[in-house]
């Protein structure tokens, strides 16, 4: 087995989510890295906020439009913590992710704060291509390649907008670091929060990526993403 430990976040006693986490987790076998189900964060949500003395970022508020937003971000946030409090990297995955390639020999040694474990996705959503058409599913040791920053001229005079253009789409899988960990808690606990794929970002810390990726979104369950996102009242 793998030293990295990864926790998939779920909904406990929705098929759906179940049934995906079991794919998630026999998919991880195959390589010989270690799932661990992590219930998510689908109800008192405003309570977790407040006892974390939590806020939301009102330059990001817009992209925060349902409860679910929230409660994807908290899910993470939890295992940010647990991160930082172990003293260890871990693994974090959505319950729809799919490994479909090995994780590289120490890993760890390749990167300083978060490392995203599907760029193509990213890739994706800024394409016309077909997203299962540009993951490279070939049995192969990833690459390691840093996220290089762009438009750094909106860094101070508009944030957000830097923020926006300095984070990879999709926070379905990715290790993090408890260095990295700490200074997205920070980070939170100072500016407040934003979408669980938009705060890792350049602004708060280092990010990396893998080529090829390791994992990619479950095909099963991509048609239905949309309708079953994380972002709506009913899920994280």
Known sequence: MHDIKFHCIYKKNDNRSENLLSQN?????NFNITVIPFEGVYKNIDQ??????????????????TTGVLGCFLSHYLLWTKCL????????????????????EKITDYFSDYLNLD?????????????????????????IKKLEETNTESKFKKPFKYINNNHIKGAFGYIISPNGAAKLINATNKYGILPADIQPNL????????EPSVV?????SLINR?????TTNNQI
């Open 85 to 104: 409090n172990q003293k260890q990297h871990i693994g974090v995955l959505e319950y729809d992710a799919k490994f479909i390639n090995p994780l590289k």
């Open 226 to 230: 949309a309708k079953h996102s994380h």
């Open 119 to 143: 760029y193509c996705r990213h890739l994706y959503l800024d394409t016309d291509q077909d997203y299962e058409s540009i993951v490279t599913v070939a049995n192969k040791s990833p690459l």
């Open 216 to 220: 990619m979104l479950n095909p099963s």
């Open 203 to 210: 602004m708060y810390c280092e990010m990396f990526y893998t």
């Open 25 to 29: 987790i026999e998919s991880a076998k």
């Open 48 to 65: 977790l906020i407040k006892k974390f003395n939590l806020k939301i970022n009102p330059l990001g508020q817009h992209k925060i439009k």
